[in-house]
C-alpha cells in the first residue's frame, strides 16, 4: 500500500511539475496557480483513498443546511 501511494505521488507530482511549466511558458500565471491547487487536493485525496480513508460525501454540507428548511415547509 505504501508504495502505491508513493507511485501515485511521484507520478502526479511530475506530471503535475509539467504541466505548471507549460502553463508558465505560456504566461498563464492563474491557469498555473489553479491547476496546482486543483492537483494538490486530488493528490491528498488519492492519497486517503490508497490508504482505504473513508472520505465524507461532498454533499454533506448542503444536506446540513438545506435539511432543517425541507422540514420547515413539510410541517406547514
Known sequence: MIVQI?????LTLGWS???????LNKNQLKVAVLYSCLMGLC??????LFAHVH????TVPM?????PIGKIILQQ
Open 6 to 10: 508513493v507511485t501515485f505521488v511521484i
Open 17 to 23: 511539475f509539467y504541466r505548471v511549466r507549460f502553463f
Open 43 to 48: 493528490m491528498i485525496a488519492g492519497s486517503l
Open 55 to 58: 472520505i465524507p460525501s461532498t
Open 63 to 67: 444536506r446540513i443546511i438545506f435539511e
